[in-house]
Protein backbone atom coordinates (compact mmCIF):
# COMPACT_ATOMS: atom_id res chain seq x y z
CA UNK A 1 0.00 0.00 0.00
CA UNK A 2 2.82 2.43 0.32
CA UNK A 3 3.92 1.75 -2.79
CA UNK A 4 1.15 1.95 -4.73
CA UNK A 5 0.84 5.26 -3.03
CA UNK A 6 4.45 6.34 -3.47
CA UNK A 7 3.83 5.69 -7.20
CA UNK A 8 0.60 8.32 -7.78
CA UNK A 9 2.44 10.94 -5.58
CA UNK A 10 4.85 10.57 -8.56
CA UNK A 11 2.35 10.49 -11.58
CA UNK A 12 1.19 13.96 -9.32
CA UNK A 13 3.93 15.76 -9.39
CA UNK A 14 4.83 14.60 -13.29
CA UNK A 15 1.52 16.21 -14.68
CA UNK A 16 2.13 19.20 -13.07
CA UNK A 17 5.59 19.65 -14.83
CA UNK A 18 4.77 18.83 -17.90
CA UNK A 19 1.65 21.67 -17.38
CA UNK A 20 4.34 24.03 -16.43
CA UNK A 21 6.27 23.58 -19.39
CA UNK A 22 3.13 23.94 -21.51
CA UNK A 23 2.57 26.85 -20.84
CA UNK A 24 6.47 28.04 -20.50
CA UNK A 25 6.41 27.32 -24.06
CA UNK A 26 3.45 29.06 -25.41
CA UNK A 27 4.28 32.02 -23.60
CA UNK A 28 7.61 32.04 -25.45
CA UNK A 29 5.95 31.39 -28.58
CA UNK A 30 3.73 34.44 -28.09
CA UNK A 31 6.43 36.68 -26.81
CA UNK A 32 8.91 35.79 -30.24
CA UNK A 33 5.69 36.01 -32.70
CA UNK A 34 5.09 39.64 -33.09
CA UNK A 35 8.83 39.92 -33.74
CA UNK A 36 8.45 37.44 -36.91
CA UNK A 37 5.62 40.33 -38.24
CA UNK A 38 7.90 43.45 -38.20
CA UNK A 39 9.21 44.07 -42.06
CA UNK A 40 12.31 45.75 -43.06
CA UNK A 41 11.98 49.04 -45.32
CA UNK A 42 12.56 48.18 -48.91
CA UNK A 43 15.41 50.49 -50.40
CA UNK A 44 13.68 52.19 -53.67
CA UNK A 45 14.82 51.11 -57.34
CA UNK A 46 17.92 52.42 -58.91
CA UNK A 47 17.69 53.38 -62.14
CA UNK A 48 18.90 51.79 -64.92
CA UNK A 49 21.94 51.67 -66.22
CA UNK A 50 21.97 54.43 -69.24
CA UNK A 51 19.35 55.48 -68.06
CA UNK A 52 19.09 59.70 -67.96
CA UNK A 53 19.54 60.89 -64.35
CA UNK A 54 18.27 64.39 -63.06
CA UNK A 55 22.53 65.96 -62.61
CA UNK A 56 22.72 69.24 -65.06
CA UNK A 57 24.02 67.49 -68.70
CA UNK A 58 27.60 69.17 -69.03
CA UNK A 59 30.43 69.55 -71.41
CA UNK A 60 33.57 70.93 -71.11
CA UNK A 61 35.91 71.65 -74.16
CA UNK A 62 39.12 74.25 -75.48
CA UNK A 63 38.08 77.37 -76.68
CA UNK A 64 39.58 77.87 -80.02
CA UNK A 65 39.20 80.44 -83.20
CA UNK A 66 39.33 79.70 -86.88
CA UNK A 67 42.30 81.19 -87.63
CA UNK A 68 45.32 80.08 -85.66
CA UNK A 69 48.71 79.30 -87.33
CA UNK A 70 52.27 79.07 -87.56
CA UNK A 71 54.47 81.09 -89.72
CA UNK A 72 56.84 78.28 -91.34
CA UNK A 73 60.52 80.10 -93.90
CA UNK A 74 59.14 79.63 -97.31
CA UNK A 75 62.64 79.14 -98.49
CA UNK A 76 66.02 79.33 -97.17
CA UNK A 77 68.18 82.49 -95.61
CA UNK A 78 69.25 84.40 -92.65
CA UNK A 79 67.15 86.44 -90.00
CA UNK A 80 68.10 89.65 -90.65
CA UNK A 81 65.52 92.19 -88.84
CA UNK A 82 62.50 91.15 -86.62
CA UNK A 83 59.86 94.31 -86.52
CA UNK A 84 57.24 92.83 -84.42
CA UNK A 85 57.29 90.66 -81.44
CA UNK A 86 54.89 88.77 -78.63
CA UNK A 87 51.99 90.25 -77.51
CA UNK A 88 51.60 92.83 -80.77
CA UNK A 89 48.57 93.36 -82.19
CA UNK A 90 48.81 93.11 -85.77
CA UNK A 91 46.87 93.49 -89.14
CA UNK A 92 46.98 91.67 -92.36
CA UNK A 93 50.10 91.93 -94.16
CA UNK A 94 51.96 93.74 -91.01
CA UNK A 95 55.62 93.17 -91.37
CA UNK A 96 56.73 90.44 -88.87
CA UNK A 97 60.45 90.00 -89.87
CA UNK A 98 63.25 90.64 -92.75
CA UNK A 99 65.66 87.75 -94.27
CA UNK A 100 68.29 88.64 -95.55
CA UNK A 101 67.53 89.54 -99.78
CA UNK A 102 70.82 91.33 -100.88
CA UNK A 103 71.38 87.94 -103.23
CA UNK A 104 67.62 87.50 -104.75
CA UNK A 105 67.97 91.56 -105.24
CA UNK A 106 71.48 91.19 -107.85
CA UNK A 107 69.57 88.04 -109.61
CA UNK A 108 66.58 90.49 -110.02
CA UNK A 109 68.09 93.75 -111.15
CA UNK A 110 70.03 91.06 -113.68
CA UNK A 111 67.09 89.61 -114.92
CA UNK A 112 65.64 92.74 -115.61
CA UNK A 113 68.07 94.06 -117.75
CA UNK A 114 68.12 90.99 -119.44
CA UNK A 115 64.61 91.43 -120.11
CA UNK A 116 65.12 95.18 -121.33
CA UNK A 117 67.79 93.98 -123.79
CA UNK A 118 65.46 91.37 -125.53
CA UNK A 119 62.45 93.74 -125.74
CA UNK A 120 65.19 96.10 -127.38
CA UNK A 121 66.18 93.55 -129.78
CA UNK A 122 62.57 92.91 -130.21
CA UNK A 123 61.78 95.99 -131.36
CA UNK A 124 64.56 95.57 -133.98
CA UNK A 125 63.81 92.94 -135.17
CA UNK A 126 59.96 94.57 -135.96
CA UNK A 127 61.85 97.24 -137.49
CA UNK A 128 63.58 95.09 -139.97
CA UNK A 129 60.36 93.76 -140.57
CA UNK A 130 58.89 96.47 -141.64
CA UNK A 131 61.98 97.29 -144.08
CA UNK A 132 61.48 93.61 -145.69
CA UNK A 133 57.88 94.56 -145.90
CA UNK A 134 58.39 96.93 -148.50
CA UNK A 135 61.05 95.33 -150.16
CA UNK A 136 58.27 92.70 -151.14
CA UNK A 137 55.91 95.43 -151.86
CA UNK A 138 58.26 97.29 -154.24
CA UNK A 139 59.16 93.72 -156.07
CA UNK A 140 55.92 93.03 -156.58
CA UNK A 141 55.43 96.16 -158.15
CA UNK A 142 58.32 95.94 -160.25
CA UNK A 143 57.03 92.25 -161.55
CA UNK A 144 53.83 93.82 -162.65
CA UNK A 145 55.66 95.74 -164.63
CA UNK A 146 58.10 93.00 -165.87
CA UNK A 147 61.21 94.70 -164.70
CA UNK A 148 62.08 91.76 -162.34
CA UNK A 149 62.33 88.43 -162.38
CA UNK A 150 60.24 86.15 -160.86
CA UNK A 151 63.41 84.58 -158.35
CA UNK A 152 63.98 88.17 -156.97
CA UNK A 153 60.16 88.50 -156.66
CA UNK A 154 60.36 84.99 -154.50
CA UNK A 155 63.41 85.92 -152.64
CA UNK A 156 61.68 89.45 -151.14
CA UNK A 157 58.79 87.18 -150.65
CA UNK A 158 60.39 84.17 -148.30
CA UNK A 159 62.78 87.39 -146.80
CA UNK A 160 60.17 89.34 -145.33
CA UNK A 161 58.04 85.56 -143.86
CA UNK A 162 61.54 84.51 -142.64
CA UNK A 163 61.53 88.03 -140.70
CA UNK A 164 58.22 87.41 -139.12
CA UNK A 165 59.51 83.96 -137.62
CA UNK A 166 62.59 85.61 -135.94
CA UNK A 167 60.31 88.41 -134.60
CA UNK A 168 58.20 85.43 -132.89
CA UNK A 169 61.09 84.00 -131.69
CA UNK A 170 62.00 87.30 -129.94
CA UNK A 171 58.79 87.71 -128.30
CA UNK A 172 59.09 84.08 -126.85
CA UNK A 173 62.72 84.61 -125.49
CA UNK A 174 61.13 87.78 -123.92
CA UNK A 175 58.57 85.86 -122.14
CA UNK A 176 60.94 83.77 -120.49
CA UNK A 177 62.78 86.37 -119.34
CA UNK A 178 60.04 88.14 -118.20
CA UNK A 179 59.06 85.06 -115.75
CA UNK A 180 62.05 84.49 -114.69
CA UNK A 181 61.90 87.83 -113.75
CA UNK A 182 58.76 87.30 -111.59
CA UNK A 183 60.15 84.16 -110.23
CA UNK A 184 62.69 86.45 -107.95
CA UNK A 185 60.11 88.51 -107.50
CA UNK A 186 58.15 86.35 -105.64
CA UNK A 187 61.78 84.66 -104.17
CA UNK A 188 62.06 87.88 -102.86
CA UNK A 189 58.44 88.58 -101.26
CA UNK A 190 59.78 85.29 -99.13
CA UNK A 191 62.12 86.69 -97.74
CA UNK A 192 59.46 88.96 -96.11
CA UNK A 193 57.80 87.41 -93.09
CA UNK A 194 53.90 88.54 -92.78
CA UNK A 195 50.61 88.37 -90.92
CA UNK A 196 48.06 86.62 -93.41
CA UNK A 197 45.44 88.01 -91.07
CA UNK A 198 44.39 90.58 -88.29
CA UNK A 199 45.30 89.03 -84.70
CA UNK A 200 47.99 88.54 -82.41
CA UNK A 201 51.39 87.37 -82.73
CA UNK A 202 51.37 84.77 -79.25
CA UNK A 203 55.21 83.35 -80.18
CA UNK A 204 58.16 83.91 -81.74
CA UNK A 205 60.21 81.19 -82.47
CA UNK A 206 63.33 82.90 -84.11
CA UNK A 207 65.98 85.58 -83.20
CA UNK A 208 67.77 88.52 -85.26
CA UNK A 209 71.97 86.33 -87.07
CA UNK A 210 69.67 82.97 -87.13
CA UNK A 211 70.34 80.84 -90.28
CA UNK A 212 66.67 79.33 -91.27
CA UNK A 213 65.88 76.48 -93.64
CA UNK A 214 62.61 75.96 -95.46
CA UNK A 215 60.17 74.54 -93.15
CA UNK A 216 61.95 76.09 -89.91
CA UNK A 217 58.33 77.81 -87.75
CA UNK A 218 59.11 81.60 -87.34
CA UNK A 219 56.33 82.96 -85.15
CA UNK A 220 52.55 81.73 -84.25
CA UNK A 221 49.75 84.05 -85.06
CA UNK A 222 46.28 83.53 -83.63
CA UNK A 223 43.28 85.55 -84.47
CA UNK A 224 41.30 86.94 -80.96
CA UNK A 225 37.78 86.23 -82.60
CA UNK A 226 35.70 85.12 -83.16
CA UNK A 227 35.75 82.29 -80.10
CA UNK A 228 34.49 78.84 -81.15
CA UNK A 229 34.08 75.67 -78.78
CA UNK A 230 33.77 72.45 -80.45
CA UNK A 231 32.42 69.41 -78.44
CA UNK A 232 30.57 65.93 -79.00
CA UNK A 233 27.64 64.58 -78.31
CA UNK A 234 25.90 61.26 -77.51
CA UNK A 235 23.82 60.48 -80.52
CA UNK A 236 20.22 60.18 -78.73
CA UNK A 237 20.91 64.24 -78.54
CA UNK A 238 21.16 64.07 -82.02
CA UNK A 239 17.65 66.37 -83.38
CA UNK A 240 17.85 68.23 -80.03
CA UNK A 241 19.68 71.20 -81.28
CA UNK A 242 19.15 73.84 -83.92
CA UNK A 243 21.35 76.69 -85.44
CA UNK A 244 21.13 79.60 -83.37
CA UNK A 245 20.35 78.30 -79.84
CA UNK A 246 21.47 79.73 -76.81
CA UNK A 247 23.53 78.01 -74.13
CA UNK A 248 25.49 79.57 -71.15
CA UNK A 249 29.26 78.93 -71.38
CA UNK A 250 31.13 78.92 -67.56
CA UNK A 251 35.04 79.24 -67.83
CA UNK A 252 37.24 78.95 -64.45
CA UNK A 253 39.63 81.89 -64.59
CA UNK A 254 41.71 83.68 -61.76
CA UNK A 255 39.57 85.78 -61.30
CA UNK A 256 36.70 83.20 -60.60
CA UNK A 257 34.14 81.77 -62.65
CA UNK A 258 32.46 83.84 -65.59
CA UNK A 259 29.34 82.97 -67.28
CA UNK A 260 29.23 84.00 -71.31
CA UNK A 261 26.47 83.54 -73.93
CA UNK A 262 27.23 81.00 -76.97
CA UNK A 263 24.68 80.16 -79.81
CA UNK A 264 24.89 76.91 -82.22
CA UNK A 265 27.20 78.10 -85.51
CA UNK A 266 27.29 74.53 -86.70
CA UNK A 267 25.81 71.12 -86.52
CA UNK A 268 27.17 68.08 -88.13
CA UNK A 269 24.77 66.61 -90.19
CA UNK A 270 25.49 62.63 -89.53
CA UNK A 271 26.54 60.34 -86.68
CA UNK A 272 29.87 59.21 -86.50
CA UNK A 273 29.87 55.24 -86.07
CA UNK A 274 32.39 54.63 -84.53
CA UNK A 275 31.85 56.44 -81.70
CA UNK A 276 28.22 56.75 -81.74
CA UNK A 277 28.52 60.75 -81.45
CA UNK A 278 28.44 63.89 -83.63
CA UNK A 279 29.88 67.26 -83.25
CA UNK A 280 28.70 70.40 -82.49
CA UNK A 281 30.10 73.91 -82.89
CA UNK A 282 29.38 77.44 -80.50
CA UNK A 283 30.07 80.82 -80.69
CA UNK A 284 30.69 83.06 -78.10
CA UNK A 285 28.78 86.57 -78.80
CA UNK A 286 28.77 89.33 -76.56
CA UNK A 287 32.03 90.35 -74.49
CA UNK A 288 34.28 87.60 -74.07
CA UNK A 289 35.66 89.50 -70.94
CA UNK A 290 38.82 87.32 -69.47
CA UNK A 291 38.35 84.51 -71.76
CA UNK A 292 41.11 83.56 -74.20
CA UNK A 293 41.99 80.91 -77.15
CA UNK A 294 42.97 77.77 -75.73
CA UNK A 295 41.42 78.33 -72.08
CA UNK A 296 38.82 75.26 -70.97
CA UNK A 297 35.22 76.31 -70.91
CA UNK A 298 32.33 74.32 -69.91
CA UNK A 299 28.91 74.64 -71.82
CA UNK A 300 25.11 73.96 -69.88
CA UNK A 301 22.63 71.78 -71.94
CA UNK A 302 19.89 71.57 -69.13
CA UNK A 303 17.12 71.95 -71.75
CA UNK A 304 18.74 69.20 -73.85
CA UNK A 305 16.66 66.48 -71.33
Known sequence: MQFRKHG???????????????EDKSSSANESKPATL????????????????DAPLLVSGPIIVEHQVDL????????AKIFLDVPAHVKAGALLAQLDDRQIR???EAAQAKSRGIEADLKNWESESEVLKADYTRAQHLWDLGLTSEEQLQHAKYKA??????IKRVKESLNTARQEERSLELELEKTKITSPFNGLVARRYVREGQSLVKGDRLFWITSEAPMLLRFTLPERYFGKLSRGQKFDVTATTEAGG???????????????PASGTFEVLLELTGDRGSLRPGMTATVHLDNLK
Open 8 to 22: LLCLASAAILMSGCG
Open 38 to 53: TAKPVAPPQPAIGEPR
Open 258 to 272: EKHAAEVREISPVVD
Open 106 to 108: ANL
Open 72 to 79: TAQRDGLV
Open 161 to 166: ESEQWD
